[in-house]
Protein backbone atom coordinates (compact mmCIF):
# COMPACT_ATOMS: atom_id res chain seq x y z
CA UNK A 1 0.00 0.00 0.00
CA UNK A 2 1.42 3.50 -0.75
CA UNK A 3 2.20 5.18 1.93
CA UNK A 4 0.07 8.41 1.07
CA UNK A 5 -3.20 8.53 -0.43
CA UNK A 6 -2.72 11.61 -3.16
CA UNK A 7 -5.79 14.12 -3.36
CA UNK A 8 -6.25 17.81 -4.38
CA UNK A 9 -8.79 19.77 -2.61
CA UNK A 10 -9.36 23.55 -4.08
CA UNK A 11 -11.69 26.31 -4.17
CA UNK A 12 -11.06 26.74 -8.07
CA UNK A 13 -13.95 25.05 -9.94
CA UNK A 14 -13.51 21.29 -9.77
CA UNK A 15 -13.28 20.82 -13.93
CA UNK A 16 -10.45 23.66 -13.81
CA UNK A 17 -8.59 21.84 -11.77
CA UNK A 18 -8.61 18.48 -12.86
CA UNK A 19 -7.55 19.99 -16.22
CA UNK A 20 -4.58 21.48 -14.23
CA UNK A 21 -3.84 18.28 -12.66
CA UNK A 22 -3.92 16.76 -16.09
CA UNK A 23 -1.87 19.37 -17.70
CA UNK A 24 1.11 18.32 -14.65
CA UNK A 25 0.77 15.10 -15.29
CA UNK A 26 -0.58 14.46 -12.26
CA UNK A 27 -3.93 13.70 -12.12
CA UNK A 28 -3.53 9.70 -13.08
CA UNK A 29 -1.79 9.49 -9.62
CA UNK A 30 -4.76 11.11 -7.65
CA UNK A 31 -7.08 9.08 -5.34
CA UNK A 32 -9.93 12.39 -5.71
CA UNK A 33 -9.46 15.66 -6.80
CA UNK A 34 -12.09 18.26 -4.75
CA UNK A 35 -12.98 21.55 -6.46
CA UNK A 36 -15.33 24.20 -5.71
CA UNK A 37 -18.81 24.81 -6.31
CA UNK A 38 -19.56 20.47 -5.23
CA UNK A 39 -20.68 19.32 -2.34
CA UNK A 40 -18.36 20.67 -0.28
CA UNK A 41 -18.09 24.32 1.61
CA UNK A 42 -14.77 26.13 0.42
CA UNK A 43 -11.51 25.92 2.07
CA UNK A 44 -10.89 26.16 5.26
CA UNK A 45 -14.23 24.55 6.01
CA UNK A 46 -12.83 20.84 7.10
CA UNK A 47 -15.55 18.98 5.25
CA UNK A 48 -13.43 18.37 2.21
CA UNK A 49 -10.59 17.30 4.06
CA UNK A 50 -13.00 14.91 6.16
CA UNK A 51 -14.35 12.91 2.88
CA UNK A 52 -10.74 12.38 2.08
CA UNK A 53 -9.69 11.23 5.46
CA UNK A 54 -12.85 9.14 5.61
CA UNK A 55 -13.24 7.45 2.64
CA UNK A 56 -9.34 7.54 1.29
CA UNK A 57 -6.98 7.00 4.42
CA UNK A 58 -7.53 3.59 5.62
CA UNK A 59 -4.54 3.40 8.14
CA UNK A 60 -2.49 5.74 6.58
CA UNK A 61 -1.65 9.17 8.31
CA UNK A 62 -3.45 12.73 6.56
CA UNK A 63 -1.19 15.54 6.01
CA UNK A 64 -2.61 18.63 3.85
CA UNK A 65 0.69 19.71 1.93
CA UNK A 66 -0.67 23.96 0.89
CA UNK A 67 1.18 27.11 0.17
CA UNK A 68 -1.41 29.12 1.69
CA UNK A 69 -2.91 30.21 4.64
CA UNK A 70 -6.67 28.98 4.09
CA UNK A 71 -4.45 25.66 3.62
CA UNK A 72 -3.17 25.85 6.59
CA UNK A 73 -6.52 27.01 8.28
CA UNK A 74 -8.30 23.66 6.36
CA UNK A 75 -5.63 21.44 7.82
CA UNK A 76 -6.01 22.69 11.50
CA UNK A 77 -9.64 22.94 11.15
CA UNK A 78 -9.74 19.07 10.40
CA UNK A 79 -7.01 18.37 13.13
CA UNK A 80 -4.32 17.18 10.84
CA UNK A 81 -0.77 17.72 10.14
CA UNK A 82 0.35 20.47 7.95
CA UNK A 83 3.40 20.86 5.31
CA UNK A 84 3.94 24.53 4.21
CA UNK A 85 5.00 24.33 0.87
CA UNK A 86 7.03 27.69 1.23
CA UNK A 87 7.18 27.81 -2.85
CA UNK A 88 4.05 28.42 -3.12
CA UNK A 89 1.84 31.46 -4.23
CA UNK A 90 1.39 33.27 -0.99
CA UNK A 91 2.95 36.49 -0.63
CA UNK A 92 5.54 36.88 1.93
CA UNK A 93 3.98 39.07 4.11
CA UNK A 94 1.24 35.98 4.84
CA UNK A 95 3.54 33.83 5.01
CA UNK A 96 5.18 34.72 8.14
CA UNK A 97 1.72 34.30 9.62
CA UNK A 98 1.95 30.73 8.46
CA UNK A 99 3.23 27.77 11.23
CA UNK A 100 3.23 24.04 10.48
CA UNK A 101 3.99 20.70 10.92
CA UNK A 102 6.76 20.50 8.11
CA UNK A 103 7.89 23.01 5.65
CA UNK A 104 9.40 22.10 2.16
CA UNK A 105 11.06 24.41 -0.18
CA UNK A 106 10.55 22.78 -3.19
CA UNK A 107 8.04 19.70 -4.30
CA UNK A 108 10.69 16.67 -4.24
CA UNK A 109 10.87 17.44 -0.42
CA UNK A 110 7.78 15.73 0.16
CA UNK A 111 9.25 12.43 -0.37
CA UNK A 112 11.44 13.40 3.07
CA UNK A 113 8.04 14.06 5.14
Do not use: W
Not at 33 to 43: E, L, Q, S, T, V
Not at 91 to 97: A, C, F, L, T
Amino acid sequence: MCPYYNSVITNKPETFAKQICEGLGILKHLDICIGGRNAFPHKPDKLSAEYIINNYAEERTPILVGDSLVDMETARNACIMFCFASYGYENSHIKKQITSDFTIKKFTEINNL
